[in-house]
């Protein structure tokens, strides 16, 4: 009899895994368990609570044989809601709308400039250091929150899903380095440094900013709202004079 | 509260519907935002309970972007290849467009501060 044990184990692995709670559940776990880390270690940037959990999946799914395909089954739910957080945004924008009014024009040129920086940079030096044309093209809208990046990428002949999987390694990378560069450089004003995060690293910058700070979080999602825009219109523009 | 998720939601089915009609490059959820914007502009105050859905769906906004983080597994073969000269840009890139993009904003912003406390 003890050889049922294992059988009833794979099936209720099998029976599980088919449906989308399992990964639900591990999506909703990782990321807890990535948080839990991120407070005990003092809200350290490094200790990221997105790159843990996306460490923590990525090794349990190869451990377990499970394609990705099946994991967004389940993580889709989660997925989806990017969308209305992105509305959501619209609430810290408008109470902090008097002091982005008043920064209008520093906004504006900010935006350009960052905007411009944050593709030519990162597409300059992939092709320096010798990437073949599909990844240049996929990593120039980095910077820009995943679901326009993807488009952006699609539209020049790119990767969108690489794109989306670059996206989030600028907003990790943004997120946890962005706050000991703003130090090292010295911006200290609380508007400019998540007008900062936004532009370069999108959601993940921004909940990063929205963690310590709502006027970071509101320039934030601010810059977030915009660089999208701007990429969206100045990458195929630019693409289509340059290449 | 249960009505301004609805409303949350209703402003992204909007802006989906402009994008897919007008073809502006725009995301649709973006548009969604600058139409619950307008909303809050028009209104002139935050209701107590947006507040509460949208403190809710941002409180949390970082896990949102665990599932599609996790797509790296699929690509790792082919990051493999260009792994280092991804790796170098998307480090250097990154952290340079922090930096210019915060020393530019906080020059621009600052000094005009002063110039207003200045004047006042």
Same mark, same amino acid.
């Given at each position: 009899?003890?050889s049922d044990i294992p059988t009833d184990l794979q099936?209720?692995?099998?029976?599980?895994?088919?449906?989308?709670?399992?990964?639900?559940?591990?999506?909703?776990?990782?990321?807890?368990?990535?948080?839990?880390?991120?407070?005990?270690?003092?809200?350290?940037?490094?200790?990221?609570?997105?790159?843990?959990?996306?460490?923590?999946?990525?090794?349990?799914?190869? &451990?377990?044989?499970?394609?990705?395909?099946?994991?967004?089954?389940?993580?889709?739910?989660?997925?989806?809601?990017?969308?209305?957080?992105?509305?959501?945004?619209?609430?810290?924008?408008?109470?902090?709308?008097?002091? &982005?009014?008043?920064?209008?024009?520093?906004?504006?040129?900010?935006?350009?400039?960052?905007?411009?920086?944050?593709?030519?940079?990162?597409?300059?030096?992939?092709?320096?250091?010798?990437?073949?044309?599909?990844?240049?093209?996929?990593?120039?809208?980095?910077? &820009?929150?995943?679901?326009?990046?993807?488009?952006?990428?699609?539209?020049?002949?790119?990767?969108?899903?690489?794109?989306?999987?670059? &996206?989030?390694?600028?907003?990790?990378?943004?997120?946890?380095?962005?706050?000991?560069?703003?130090?090292?450089?010295?911006?200290?004003?609380?508007?400019?440094?998540?007008?900062?995060?936004?532009?370069?690293?999108?959601?993940?910058?921004?909940?990063?900013?929205?963690?310590?700070?709502?006027?970071?979080?509101?320039?934030?999602?601010?810059?977030?709202?915009?660089?999208?825009?701007?990429?969206?219109?100045?990458?195929?523009?630019?693409?289509?004079?340059?290449? | 509260?249960?009505?301004?998720?609805?409303?949350?939601?209703?402003?992204?089915?909007?802006?989906?519907?402009?994008?897919?009609?007008?073809?502006?490059?725009?995301?649709?959820?973006?548009?969604?935002?600058?139409?619950?914007?307008?909303?809050?502009?028009? /209104?002139?105050?935050?209701?107590k309970d947006l507040d509460t859905v949208s403190g809710?769906?941002? *409180?949390?906004? *970082?896990?949102?972007?665990?599932?599609?983080?996790?797509?790296?597994?699929?690509?790792?073969?082919?990051?493999?290849?260009?792994?280092?000269?991804?790796?170098?840009?998307?480090?250097?890139?990154?952290?340079?467009?922090?930096?210019?993009?915060?020393?530019?904003?906080?020059?621009?912003?600052? /000094?005009? /501060? /002063?110039?207003? *406390?200045?004047?006042?």
């Amino acid at each position: 009899m003890q050889s049922d044990i294992p059988t009833d184990l794979q099936t209720v692995w099998v029976y599980l895994s088919a449906s989308p709670l399992l990964h639900l559940t591990m999506t909703l776990a990782a990321y807890q368990a990535g948080m839990w880390i991120y407070k005990r270690g003092g809200m350290n940037p490094l200790l990221n609570p997105v790159l843990i959990a996306v460490v923590a999946l990525v090794t349990i799914l190869s &451990v377990t044989g499970t394609s990705y395909d099946t994991f967004f089954e389940g993580a889709q739910f989660v997925h989806f809601l990017l969308g209305p957080a992105t509305v959501a945004l619209a609430v810290p924008l408008y109470r902090q709308f008097h002091r &982005v009014r008043e920064s209008a024009f520093a906004i504006a040129v900010s935006l350009i400039t960052g905007s411009a920086f944050a593709a030519a940079s990162a597409m300059g030096i992939a092709w320096a250091l010798g990437a073949g044309q599909t990844t240049i093209i996929s990593i120039g809208p980095k910077s &820009v929150t995943a679901p326009v990046a993807m488009g952006i990428a699609e539209s020049l002949g790119g990767l969108p899903s690489l794109t989306a999987v670059l &996206v989030i390694a600028t907003g990790i990378l943004g997120a946890a380095l962005g706050p000991l560069v703003l130090n090292l450089v010295g911006v200290k004003d609380w508007a400019s440094r998540g007008f900062a995060m936004g532009t370069a690293a999108h959601g993940i910058g921004t909940a990063r900013a929205l963690q310590v700070n709502e006027i970071a979080g509101a320039f934030s999602g601010l810059a977030m709202g915009l660089n999208a825009l701007a990429t969206a219109i100045l990458l195929p523009l630019a693409w289509s004079i340059f290449r | 509260m249960l009505n301004y998720l609805t409303l949350i939601f209703a402003c992204q089915l909007a802006g989906e519907a402009f994008v897919a009609t007008t073809g502006i490059p725009v995301p649709g959820p973006v548009m969604g935002m600058v139409l619950l914007f307008a909303g809050l502009a028009i /209104r002139g105050s935050i209701p107590k309970d947006l507040d509460t859905v949208s403190g809710a769906l941002l *409180s949390n906004l *970082s896990l949102l972007f665990v599932p599609a983080g996790t797509g790296i597994m699929v690509h790792l073969k082919l990051l493999a290849g260009d792994g280092i000269a991804v790796s170098v840009a998307l480090i250097v890139s990154t952290v340079a467009t922090i930096a210019v993009t915060g020393l530019l904003m906080q020059a621009l912003t600052v /000094r005009k /501060r /002063r110039g207003q *406390s200045d004047a006042e």
